[in-house]
Antibody, heavy 122, light 110 residues
Framework: EVQLVESGGGLIHPGGSLRLSCAAS????????MSWVRQAPGKGPEWLSV???????FYADSVKGRFTVSRDNSKNTLHLQMTSLRAEDTAVYYC????????????????WGQGTLVTVSS | QSVLTQPPSVSAAPGQKVTISCSGS????????VSWYQQLPGTAPKLLIY???NRPSGIPDRFSGSKSGTSANLGITGLQTGDEADYYC???????????FGGGTRLTVL
């Protein structure tokens, strides 16, 4: 059974940095599309990034330049480095496996982790 | 404000059916697959429908999806109290090269 387990969330002051992790089992993160998606309290999901198997990552405009995705293939883990955090970054952060077609990650989110809560507040 | 438009809420009695709509544009729904996700309170979204009208293994056939032009629908028949949840549509946007989610629809089974 595929499992995605996020960790690293917590309370952080505005302007601070935080690194989230997504550990996968029964799925090889370096061989598939992986995304980060967040959900602010009472809001719908917001897509943040997609990482291709080759390692390239594309970001939503809302986080471009502040968030960076990296991958540790030896640990089968995806990371999300978040900097210059703002109150509006407060959300539950999910990693998800994405299924694509024709070399594009465009079909659906097949598996989701349980999420990790990030709270940005002074 | 979401690019994909869903009604904020729908409700119906147990055993009845509901349809949840999702409206977009030619750059997203019109030219890409639509998927639907169910989010029970306090849990992560769960894939309900993929590629417009396909159900993953384990999803009952009470749930169905359809797409026409720049709109998609999720249908749920034989409503159960356990179906009370938030439902989200999602699709890729070919112009922006990003994923889009609908604002979500809260289903209440009265």
């Amino acid at each position: 059974e595929v499992q995605l387990v996020e960790s690293g969330g917590g309370l952080i002051h505005p302007g601070g940095s935080l690194r989230l992790s997504c550990a996968a089992s029964e799925l090889v993160v370096s061989r598939t599309y992986m995304s980060w998606v967040r959900q602010a309290p009472g809001k719908g999901p917001e897509w943040l990034s997609v990482t291709y198997s080759g390692g390239d990552t594309f970001y939503a405009d809302s986080v471009k330049g502040r968030f960076t995705v990296s991958r540790d293939n030896s640990k089968n883990t995806l990371h999300l480095q978040m900097t210059s955090l703002r109150a509006e970054d407060t959300a539950v952060y999910y990693c998800a496996r994405v299924i694509g077609f024709g070399g594009v990650p465009n079909r659906y989110f097949e598996y989701w982790g349980q999420g990790t809560l990030v709270t940005v507040s002074s | 404000q979401s690019v994909l438009t869903q009604p904020p809420s729908v409700s119906a009695a147990p055993g009845q059916k509901v349809t949840i709509s999702c409206s977009g544009s030619s750059s997203n729904i019109g030219n890409n697959y639509v998927s639907w996700y169910q989010q029970l309170p306090g849990t992560a979204p769960k894939l309900l429908i993929y590629d417009n009208d396909n159900r993953p293994s384990g999803i009952p056939d009470r749930f169905s999806g359809s797409k026409s032009g720049t709109s998609a629908n999720l249908g749920i028949t034989g409503l159960q109290t356990g179906d009370e949840a938030d439902y989200y549509c999602a699709t890729w946007d070919s112009s922006l090269n990003t994923w889009m989610f609908g604002g979500g629809t809260r289903l209440t089974v009265l």
